[in-house]
C-alpha cells in the first residue's frame, strides 16, 4: 500500500494529505512548485506505442502546490474533533488515572459537562477509561474528586496532520513537527 503524500501550499504550510494518484496528476499538469522530504516513490504507467518504453513518474513525499486552492494559510480554523485524533493527541493515556489503553477502551469525557455548560471542542475534551469517566460522572473533575494530567489543547493544523495519518512517514513527521506548537507538554503523571 503506498502512502499518503504530505501536500502543502506554496508557502510551506501543511494542506492535506493526498492519495499518491493525485500527486501523479499535480506532477503532470506541471502544479509542483517545489518538494520537500526523502522518499521518492516511482509509479509507473503503460507502454508508449512509439518507443516501446514503459512511462513512470518520481514523486517526493512532501510537495508544494502552485496556486493552492483553499484555505489561505492562517486561516484553516480548528481542525476537526474526533475521538481517533483525540486519542492519539491524548496518546491513549487516560487523562486522569495516566493508564494506557486501546482506543475500543477510552471515552471522549468532556472536562466541563455539556449539560453544565461545557462545549464539545478540543480545549474542553479529554481522553478517559470508561471506569474514570463513569466516576466522574456529571461532574467537574474538581468535585468528583480528580485531576487532569494534561490540560486539553486544541491541535494546530501541521499536528492535526500527524494525528490523523496512521502511515505518517519518518521524513513527513520531521517536517510537520517543525511546525508544532511545543507547548503542550503533560504537566504530571502519575503511576
Known amino acids: 500500500m503506498a502512502p499518503l503524500i504530505l501536500r502543502l501550499d506554496v508557502t510551506g504550510s501543511p494542506l492535506r494529505w493526498i492519495p499518491w494518484q493525485d500527486a501523479v496528476c499535480l506532477y ?13 516513490f516511482t509509479f509507473f504507467g503503460g507502454m508508449s506505442g512509439l518507443t516501446g518504453q514503459r512511462s513512470s513518474i518520481a514523486v517526493n513525499s512532501i510537495i ?27 496518546g491513549h493515556l487516560c ?9 475500543s477502551q477510552l471515552t471522549r469525557d468532556h472536562v466541563i459537562p455539556l449539560s453544565r455548560g461545557g462545549y464539545d471542542r ?16 456529571n461532574r467537574r473533575p ?6 487532569l494530567l494534561a490540560v486539553p489543547y486544541v491541535p494546530n493544523w501541521a499536528e492535526f496532520l500527524a494525528l490523523s495519518n ?3 512517514l519518518a521524513d513527513q513527521m520531521q517536517f510537520l513537527k517543525t511546525q508544532f506548537n511545543t507547548q503542550h507538554r503533560l504537566l504530571s503523571l502519575r503511576h
Not at 503532470?28 to 521518492?40: C, F, L, N, P, Y
Not at 508544494?64 to 491524548?90: M, S, T, W, Y
Not at 487523562?95 to 482506543?103: F, I, K, N, T
Request: glycine share 10%.
Open 28 to 40: 503532470s499538469k506541471s502544479r509542483i512548485a517545489w518538494t520537500a522530504g526523502e522518499r521518492v
Open 64 to 90: 508544494a502546490v502552485k496556486r493552492a486552492r483553499g484555505i489561505k494559510h492562517g486561516q484553516r480554523g480548528i481542525p476537526p474533533l474526533n475521538n481517533r485524533e483525540l486519542f492519539v493527541r491524548d
Open 122 to 137: 478540543w480545549s474542553n475534551v479529554v481522553a478517559a477509561c470508561k471506569a474514570c469517566n463513569t466516576h466522574k460522572g
Open 166 to 168: 496512521r502511515r505518517i
Open 142 to 147: 474538581e468535585e468528583a474528586g480528580v485531576a
Open 95 to 103: 487523562m486522569y488515572c495516566g493508564e494506557e489503553y486501546a482506543a
